[in-house]
């Protein structure tokens, strides 16, 4: 089955400051792969995807994430964080075939807070 | 403007009763999902539907149901047999051939 895990629960950085968070997944096959982000109350939007092709993704916001099949890492990066990304970050992993075709797994999330 | 609505924002049940959420999206999306989130668990499948008038157990689908009479509506319904049933829900679509999920605002749940 597959999982996708995100070590950090929470990391706090500052303004300006660089950011990186981390995702792990297991999957049989080549995956497919996104991050979204969450403000409190709110619904998830998506950052970037990864289907295939480059594995440097570039995303909204000024977000990247790089594939990396031999450590089965999606990690998400930013060079300079804004107080506006303060949010919750979630890595998922999706079907890319059969009948669950489209089904996501979620990470269980990271809480980014950003200091002035 | 397309997109997905879930209706209400808030609400609020007595212990014991159903309660039946509401979503509908007008993005001409063929397949849409029920997600339940709980602080510190990320985002549980529910269940799913890729088509008109059928739709699959996700990894918690006891205490609740759904139907997918028309292809734009999803409405999740959670039963008195959901034990634990104050959570947010969120709802999502998906374009056929497109791995991509697109969400609602959600709806918070509290059972009192």
């Known amino acids: 089955a597959q999982s996708v895990t995100q070590p950090d629960i929470h990391i706090t950085v500052s303004e300006g400051a660089s950011l990186e968070l981390r995702c792990n997944y297991s999957?049989?096959?080549?995956?497919?792969l996104f991050w979204y982000v969450q403000s409190p109350g709110q619904g998830l939007q998506l950052l970037l995807k990864?289907?295939?092709?480059?594995?440097l993704v570039q995303g909204i916001k000024g977000f990247e994430a790089e594939f990396k099949r031999s450590q089965s890492s999606f990690n998400l990066r930013k060079p300079s964080v804004h107080w506006s990304d303060a949010a919750e970050y979630f890595c998922?992993?999706?079907?890319?075939?059969?009948?669950?075709?489209?089904?996501?797994?979620f990470g269980q999330g990271t809480i980014l807070t950003v200091h002035p | 403007d397309g997109g997905i609505t879930q209706s209400p924002k808030y609400l609020f049940r007595k212990e014991g009763q159903n309660v039946t959420l509401s979503c509908e999206q007008n993005?001409?999306?063929?397949?849409m999902y029920w997600y339940r989130q709980d602080p510190g668990q990320g985002l549980r499948l529910i269940y799913y539907s890729q088509i008109v008038n059928d739709f699959q157990k996700g990894d918690i689908a006891e205490g609740y149901s759904v139907s997918r009479e028309k292809k734009e509506s999803f409405p999740l319904t959670v039963t008195s047999a959901q034990k634990n049933p104050t959570a947010f829900y969120l709802c999502?679509?998906?374009?056929?051939?497109?791995?991509?999920?697109?969400f609602g605002p959600g709806t918070r749940l509290t059972v009192l």
């Open positions: 999957y049989g096959a080549t995956p497919y």
């Open positions: 993005l001409n999306h063929d397949a």
């Open positions: 999502a679509s998906r374009l056929q051939g497109n791995n991509e999920q697109f």
């Open positions: 990864y289907f295939s092709g480059d594995t």
């Open positions: 998922a992993v999706g079907n890319a075939g059969g009948t669950s075709y489209g089904k996501l797994t």
